[in-house]
Nanobody, 115 residues
């Protein structure tokens, strides 16, 4: 049973936009804090943005002002709108739902920013 699943990755030129989606099971979406992470080739996975179960939002400095995280209750989906993309945003993006000791990861979706 898939608990969280990402979609929406792809290839885009610098300055372009993409919107990632993370569909979660109903329980996870309602109760868990949801975050986006990314992992570039040869680098450690890094936190990108998060939205708590009370809709408190936070961003990594590297994406603040360019990325926006949001939740859509009707779809049990968390979105990551990515604007003004840079080559250094190239990575596999992962959705994570966590609450206490419980942690659920998606399979990841590739984002490539290149001219």
């Amino acid at each position: 049973q898939v608990q969280v699943a990402e979609s929406g990755g792809g290839s885009v030129q610098p300055g372009g936009s993409l919107r990632l989606s993370c569909e979660a099971s109903a329980i996870i979406f309602k109760l868990y804090h949801m975050d986006w992470y990314r992992q570039a080739p040869g680098k450690q996975r890094e936190w990108v943005a998060g939205i708590t179960n009370t809709d408190i939002i936070s961003y990594a400095d590297s994406v603040s002002g360019r990325f926006a995280i949001s939740r859509e209750s009707a779809q049990n989906t968390v979105y990551l709108q990515m604007n003004s993309l840079k080559p250094e945003d190239t990575a596999v993006y992962y959705c994570n739902g966590h609450l206490g000791s419980r942690n659920y990861w998606g399979q990841g979706t590739q984002v490539t920013v290149s001219s």
